[in-house]
C-alpha cells in the first residue's frame, strides 16, 4: 500500500470530465481518477482554503465525526473493478465503511487524514511520468492555482 498526496483536480476536455490527480508520495506513480463536478468542486474549494458560507456535504460529514467522538484515521482506494474506483473510510475502532474515492478524498483534506492506494490498483492505473514530463506537472500546478470553483459548473449543451 502506497501512501498518496492530492495533487489536484483537472478537467479533462472536450468532455468537461474532472479528473482526481493523486501522487505517491514515496515513489514516481500518478493515479488519475475521474470524478463528479459536485466532488471535484468540493476538492478544489478545500485545496484552495474557501469556507463556504454553510457546510457542504463533506463538511458536515467531518463535523458529525467530532460530535460523535470518532477519528477518520486514513483512506484508502482498495478496488478497481471494470473502470470504477472503490474507496474504505478507516475509522477509529477498526470500524470501515465503502465509498466513493472522491468523497473519501474530500473528507480527509478537510480532517487532514492520509489517503493510501493498495498496491494491485497503483499496479492496474498508475501511471509513471518521466522526468522530462516534470514541466507538465508544473504546468498542471499552475492550473490549479488559477481554477475556480466557477469552473466546475455543469453548462447546458
Not at 86 to 92: K, R, W
Not at 118 to 123: F, S
Request: charged share 30%.
Amino acid at each position: 500500500m502506497s501512501e498518496m498526496r492530492v495533487v489536484g483536480i483537472r478537467v479533462e476536455q472536450p468532455q468537461n470530465q474532472p479528473v482526481l490527480l493523486l501522487r505517491e508520495v514515496d515513489g514516481e506513480r500518478y493515479l488519475p481518477i475521474w470524478i463528479g463536478q459536485m466532488e471535484a468542486t468540493a476538492i478544489a474549494l478545500e485545496q484552495q482554503g474557501v469556507e463556504p458560507a454553510r457546510p457542504l456535504t463533506h463538511d458536515l460529514i467531518k463535523n458529525l465525526l467530532e460530535a460523535f467522538g470518532h477519528a477518520l484515521l486514513e483512506v484508502r482506494i482498495v478496488d478497481l473493478q471494470e473502470g470504477t474506483f472503490y474507496a474504505d473510510l478507516v475509522f477509529d475502532g477498526d470500524m470501515r465503511v465503502s465509498c466513493r474515492p472522491s468523497d473519501a478524498v474530500a473528507v480527509a483534506l478537510r480532517i487532514g487524514a492520509p489517503v493510501f492506494v493498495e498496491e494491485p490498483v497503483l499496479t492496474e492505473a498508475g501511471l509513471v511520468m518521466p522526468d522530462e514530463r516534470e514541466d507538465e506537472v508544473e504546468k498542471f500546478k499552475e492550473f490549479l492555482e488559477s481554477v475556480s470553483p466557477d469552473d466546475f459548473k455543469a453548462t447546458d449543451g
